[in-house]
């Protein structure tokens, strides 16, 4: 006896969508995103989409009738609730876009919960282009089958960021010049991972974080990292140790 295919097929298109979502929802599609599906995956009345909003979880849609450059989709049911993410945040020192691409994208697929832009002495990159990591964030998350999106804060100069430092969060501080094996730190959530721009830290950064109560200083191996593969190899061991791998 043949299975019977899985329905919605793996196939089916998955949007994020900027409006609330519900039984009675018929959330109207338009933009790059109509584009899409209308003329790139040539999607038509009566296929299936898989659509979240960040608010009410992930839902399953029909295209209810389409024109040019808009589609109207008829919510079928909720496939899935909107997700609990570990509480880790990913604080990083910027660095040049292409990296700084892929930072935000792994780091969103390895389910991180904030992503905070940390600019330091040694940042070279002068601003954050914060709406094109938020289509980053956005794709990564269509992809890796996120339905709640990492939130993107707003760049904040080292210093104030660890005065506004919340106590009860441990930040990991991952330097290039020394510190403990991460997997012998108790970094439990909440909890957060600090890395550098491609300079590494200053000796009055280094004495300012070691200065502070909720730093922890962890050493990734004798080897010097890039900063995304700092970025990316930390979240992946918390993850393991600490986050929803396990
Ligand atoms: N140019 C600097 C290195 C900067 S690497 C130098 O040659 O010393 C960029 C960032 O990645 C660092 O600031 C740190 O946050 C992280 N990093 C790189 N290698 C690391 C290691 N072995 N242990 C901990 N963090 C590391």
Request: aromatic share 6%; with cysteine.
């Amino acid at each position: 006896m043949p299975a019977t295919p899985a329905w919605p097929p793996a196939s089916t298109p998955r949007l994020f969508v900027d409006q609330l979502l519900g039984p009675d929802a018929a959330p109207v599609i338009d933009g790059p995103a109509a584009h899409y599906l209308l003329n790139v995956m040539r999607q038509r009345v009566g296929a299936p989409l898989l659509l979240f909003d960040n608010r009410s979880g992930e839902w399953l849609g029909t295209i209810a009738d389409a024109g040019k450059r808009s589609l109207t989709v008829r919510i079928e049911k909720q496939t899935r609730a909107r997700e609990a993410v570990p509480d880790l945040w990913l604080c990083f020192a910027p660095v040049k876009k292409a990296r700084l691409d892929w930072i935000i994208e792994k780091a969103t697929e390895l389910g991180v919960a904030r992503l905070q832009p940390v600019i330091t002495e040694r940042t070279i990159v002068d601003r954050v282009k914060g709406e094109r990591l938020e289509a980053q964030i956005i794709e990564a998350c269509e992809q890796c089958g996120r339905t709640a999106l990492p939130e993107l804060a707003e760049p904040v100069k080292l210093p104030h960021l660890l005065k506004a430092w919340p106590a009860d969060r441990a930040l990991l501080f991952a330097d290039e010049d020394g510190g403990a094996p991460f997997a012998t730190i108790a970094a439990a959530p909440p909890a957060a991972i600090l890395t550098g721009p491609e300079g590494g830290f200053t000796p009055n950064e280094r004495a300012l974080l070691l200065a502070h109560a909720a730093v922890r200083r962890v050493a990734l191996g004798p080897r010097i990292l890039r900063a995304e593969t700092a970025a990316i190899t930390s979240i992946g061991l918390w993850m393991g140790l600490h986050g929803d791998w396990r």
